[in-house]
């Protein structure tokens, strides 16, 4: 290749010992000039055109044969008058720099630096891999960057990671073409006002698609490795294109390349589908569109969080306006402590989520005076629930019901008999006078509500498939929840609830250890939970589409206890082991003589563990675990509890139901007309 550009381009650069022997003698070598006018702008620029290429040629093989630090001297002969196109000379002995006559004032000089040309062949002397951190290292700065902040809404359609020096204005070009197709700005770190490891990792999360420039120094750059592994931990889809021109800095070899990724990055290069870079106007702008049309689906989701969470389509939520019922107050009476919320519908069919009162004691187990006590902080919270709806936008007149949902534990004492079922009536009583107090609503529109546990689990389910599909852009295959008195576990059409006190639990392994326990709990889980495994055993699954599973409830303290999850952590799906070997070794510790691990937190994680191998059979490959307490969807707080999944269930039997009696009394008018 490097001889048929010299057939083409007869002019060769100077030897080692001095000018040619044939220039040495040329007149105009000696400054004899013949005079001959100044060519034109319009009469150079295409001559200069058409001979780049040629340029580009010899800059190459002057880099490749002298090495990557040389400069270069080249001028061409237009029309009796030199150019000079390449700047200074490339020997220091007996080389004559032409300089420019300057012809042309209004011409712009052209430049074709050497720097600009082809990477010098691979040396033969043996290379060494740089330094980088580990991975668990950089785990660490990712995670820690994401820490306390729960909320990173997508802003950014890509994330442009590449190597400053070697391809920093094509990216700059990408970003523009890219902003335009996309309709939403790509995070490049020359448009950043700061630059660290945080802003780095806060771009990636909020970017609908990572991309990155391979370029020979890639995995050689500290900064580039770390935004591809934030990359991967945030599960983020991937596009790659690489340089395929030899004249380009950051041009290498397949091999070359990839020899250097880290041991955990090296299987991308059979997983991720890379693109050739081009630089021609036509073949950029086709590159464009081939990688929009790929990640499409990502960007319209990006598009569509953009604006408020609406649980309901424009129809619905007219009907819903037009019937004036949008809002639900939902106390939760679980086994250690109280919540009351409320839920409305704001104007534009919005969801809030509000946490009118935290109480944290079951009501169950107070004393008469100790309920009393409480009754004027009770009656002045669900008296707030007032201005709650006036500062959202709704009537309190669309407040429809408040459901007070007795769980796990007020069931189980409701069926120990009479003396069970007064103690339940003392509870419901006592919220009847409350909300009758705090003169909320007509008290006719107060129900009292024993969940079963199918309903609970079901409603559960509602709630954290519309917050996985808001969050990620897609659905979770299964929910698991642990309870004080329960452990549910749900997935579409599919509801199932196994007995499991955790009081209970925590005694058994005190005074019967762990392996009693185990043995104790298989029958009646094996019992629950084999048609949800069955049912999840027929689900496909494999590393682009892993089974999804999500732990709520009493389980998010179970991984706080293993130390895989803590308070702030940014929500994400990871492998499940990541989460089974920590609960390994929190099992062993507690066995240890003199431990200080909670029996309590030993019980929960025996039984998470154990419900993990039922429901996936004991096949842990290709399954992904999200493990979340507190849900943020878009700037808004989000309670994936059967409390929210029953609002939904509520609003919608609702619309069925006027849309059913609209009906009715549209066929009675035809029959009657």
């Known amino acids: 290749m490097e001889g048929e550009h010299h057939r083409k381009l007869p002019v060769r650069p100077p030897s080692r010992g001095g000018a040619s022997p044939s220039r040495a003698k040329s007149p105009r070598a000696e400054g004899h000039r013949t005079a001959s006018p100044s060519p034109s702008q319009s009469q150079v620029r295409p001559l200069v055109e058409e001979v780049q290429p040629y340029i580009d040629a010899l800059v190459n093989s002057v880099h490749r044969t002298v090495g990557p630090d040389a400069a270069l001297s080249i001028s061409l002969k237009i029309f009796g008058a030199e150019i000079q196109v390449v700047g200074t000379p490339i020997f220091t002995e007996g080389a004559r720099h032409v300089a420019s006559p300057s012809p042309m004032p209004s011409m712009p000089p052209i430049s074709v630096p050497v720097a600009a040309a082809a990477a010098p062949p691979p040396s033969t002397t043996a290379t060494t ?10 785990l660490a700065q990712i995670t820690e960057a994401l820490l306390n902040s729960p909320n990173l809404p997508i802003v950014h359609s890509f994330f442009l990671s590449h190597v400053q020096r070697e391809s920093g204005d094509l990216n700059r070009l990408l970003s523009l073409l890219l902003h335009a197709e996309a309709e939403m700005p790509c995070w490049i ?33 500290r900064y580039c490795v770390l935004e591809l592994r934030a990359a991967l931990y945030l599960k983020k889809t991937i596009v790659m294109i690489h340089e395929t021109d030899e004249r380009q800095p950051g041009y290498a070899t397949f091999y070359d390349f990839w020899k250097h990724a880290p041991q955990d990055l090296a299987n991308l290069c059979n997983t991720v589908t890379s693109r050739p870079i081009r630089r021609k106007g036509y073949e950029q702008n086709a590159l464009v569109q081939d990688i929009i049309c790929q990640i499409r689906p990502e960007l319209d989701r990006a598009q569509d969080a953009k604006r408020p969470l609406q649980v309901l389509g424009a129809k619905v939520g007219g009907i819903l306006r037009e019937i004036g019922e949008t809002a639900a107050c939902y106390v939760d009476l679980g086994s250690g402590q109280t919540m009351v919320y409320l839920l409305a519908l704001a104007p534009d069919m919005s969801l809030e989520y509000q946490l009118v009162w935290e109480h944290k004691e079951c009501f169950l187990d107070m004393t008469d005076a100790a309920r009393q006590e409480a009754r004027p902080t009770a009656v ?39 003396e069970g079922k007064a103690r339940v009536d003392v509870v419901e ?8 107090e705090a003169a909320l609503i007509k008290d006719g529109l107060v129900s009292f509500t024993t969940l079963v546990p199918r309903d609970e689990a079901m409603f559960e389910w509602l709630a954290v498939k519309t917050a996985c599909t808001e969050m990620f852009g897609f659905n979770c295959d299964a929910v698991i929840a642990g309870g004080s008195g329960s452990v549910q576990v749900s997935m579409e059409n599919e509801f199932t ?4 006190n955790l009081k209970a639990a925590t005694k058994h392994i005190k005074d019967h250890g762990i392996a009693s326990y185990k043995d104790n709990l298989k029958p009646e889980f094996r019992q629950s939970f084999s048609k949800i495994a069955d049912r999840l055993d027929m689900t496909p699954r494999n590393a682009e589409r892993p089974l999804r599973l999500v732990l709520i ?25 990541e989460l089974c070997g920590p609960a390994e070794k929190l099992l062993k510790a507690f066995e240890q003589p003199g431990s200080t691990v909670s029996p309590k937190d030993v019980a929960n994680v025996v039984r998470l563990l154990a419900v993990l191998n039922l429901v996936t059979s004991g096949d842990f490959k290709n399954v992904e675990i999200l493990i979340v ?16 999944g029953k609002f939904l269930h509520d609003i919608r039997l609702k619309v069925l139901s006027h849309e059913q009696n609209r009906g009715a009394v549209t066929h009675k008018e035809t029959t009657t007309a």
């Open 553 to 577: 409830s009493s389980f998010y303290y179970a991984a706080v206890a293993c130390k895989v999850a803590q308070k702030g952590d940014f929500p994400r799906f990871r492998v499940v082991n």
């Open 429 to 436: 009583r006592w919220f009847r006078g409350v909300i009758s």
């Open 380 to 418: 002045a919270k669900f008296g707030s629930v007032i201005d709650r709806l006036h500062a959202i936008g709704t009537p309190p007149t669309n407040l429809f019901q408040i459901c007070i949902g007795a769980t796990a534990t007020y069931r189980a004492t409701a069926d120990t008999g009479r």
């Open 129 to 138: 891999a740089p330094t980088l951190p580990a991975k668990s290292d950089d």
């Open 189 to 221: 770190d020359q448009s950043a006002s700061t630059i660290n490891i945080k802003t780095m990792v806060h771009g990636i999360a909020q970017s609908s698609v990572f991309m990155a420039t391979m370029t020979k120094s890639y995995f050689e750059s």
């Open 629 to 644: 307490r507190e849900w943020t969807v878009r700037k808004k707080d989000y309670k994936a509890t059967w409390t929210t």
């Open 497 to 500: 609830s196994a007995q499991s």
